[in-house]
């Protein structure tokens, strides 16, 4: 397994939501599947974590690399491998999202 928290190429939303396009604050990665944790903030203001899955692939053909949100059945371990460390991590980090941020004097 592999945690991931440096800047990389990451799938966008496709409405271009200034959500989708930041940078996730974390990435937990098994082989090819990865889960991206967000953080997201509401219309309310009321701040919380999900996270989005991707399967990175290479073209045999062509070489090409890009990133899907389709799987196969192949990726289940991994799939459920990932989904229970991200749960794990948003678990262990939203009470703290709730707690109210004290300002600097």
Known sequence: MTIETENEKRPRGKNGDAEESKDPVQVI???AIAASIWQRQ????YAYYD???SRSWKS????RTGYSKNFFSRNAEELLS?????TEWIAE???QLAEPQSEAA
């Open 60 to 63: 045999a053909s062509s070489g």
């Open 51 to 53: 996270f989005t899955l």
């Open 42 to 45: 509401g219309p309310s203001g």
């Open 93 to 95: 980090r939203e009470p």
């Open 82 to 86: 990932v989904t229970r460390k991200a």
């Open 29 to 31: 990665r098994e082989g």
